[in-house]
């Protein structure tokens, strides 16, 4: 079941209803990557590789933080998932930000493992994006 992401009473979080219109990954973003890397599959997928790396040990991270020390985790994945387009990561991560001192822990916890599901819907979409760009051989 989703986490609902609106805070509301006592810590717990209410959905956006816009936050599922938001695509997974901005393609636009990943193609000016990729123009800016000079066609290069290899270098962009390093660049996309570096930023799972960092979003995985930044959620890590924040399980070990107190809730109002998550705020500057929640912003720094904030703003390197906006860098490369992960556009619903970023969302979740912007508003947990903004909630993380009213957050409790269970819905931190459960708000930890929506982000981890969008990192997961990411993947899979920038996975299916690259193959259909050009097959490795």
């Given amino acids: 079941m989703e986490l609902e992401l609106r805070l509301g009473h006592g810590g ?22 990729l123009a800016t890397l000079g066609n290069d599959r290899g270098r962009v997928r390093n660049v996309y590789r570096k930023f799972v790396d960092s979003a995985v040990a930044r959620l890590a991270e924040v399980r070990n933080q107190s809730v109002t020390d998550s705020a500057a985790t929640f912003h720094a994945l904030k703003g390197s998932a906006s860098m490369v387009g ?52």
């Avoid at 717990?12 to 990557?33: G, I, N, P, W």
């Avoid at 556009?87 to 929506?114: C, F, G, H, M, Y």
């Fill in 12 to 33: 717990r979080m209410k959905s956006h209803a816009d936050e599922s219109q938001k695509s997974v990954l901005d393609r636009h973003v990943f193609e000016e990557l």
């Fill in 86 to 137: 992960a556009n619903r990561v970023a969302s979740v991560a912007a508003r947990l930000q903004d909630a993380a001192p009213r957050l409790d822990i269970e819905t931190k916890v459960s708000a930890i493992d929506e982000l981890e599901a969008e990192l997961a819907a990411f993947r899979q979409a920038l996975s299916a994006l690259m193959d259909s760009i050009t097959p490795d051989r």
